[in-house]
């Protein structure tokens, strides 16, 4: 059975940073595309960024430059740095583990609980 644990969410200040965490159990972690999305109230859940298992990444417009997602396979944890954070940055953040096709397109298939994050001032 898949499970993913986020940790690292909490409440920053505008322009500040943290590192979200997510540990993944039950499957062969190295093999498998893992993503990030938010969910802000009142909003869609959006794709973060996403890293397959050769550790290419894409991300979504609002964070390139940001935003930096990375995996140790090693620790079978995967990892989005979050640098200059905004207000708008606020959301409950998912791990999840999924599959990339060829066009880039991300398939999410098991989800973590989530983890809050806050950026206020």
């Known amino acids: 059975q898949v499970q993913l644990v986020e940790s690292g969410g909490g409440l920053v200040q505008p322009g500040g940073s943290l590192r979200l965490s997510c540990a993944a159990s039950?499957?062969?972690?190295?093999?498998?595309?893992m993503g990030w999305y938010r969910q802000a109230p009142g909003k869609q859940r959006e794709l973060v960024a996403t890293i397959t298992s050769g550790g290419s990444t894409n991300y979504v417009g609002s964070v390139k430059g940001r935003f930096t997602i990375s995996r140790d396979n090693g620790k079978n944890t995967v990892y989005l740095q979050m640098n200059s954070l905004k207000p708008e940055d606020t959301a409950v953040y998912y791990c999840t583990r999924g599959r990339r096709d060829v066009s880039d397109m991300y398939y999410p298939e098991y989800w973590g609980q989530g983890t809050q994050v806050t950026v206020s001032s």
């Open positions: 039950g499957s062969i972690f190295s093999i498998y595309a």
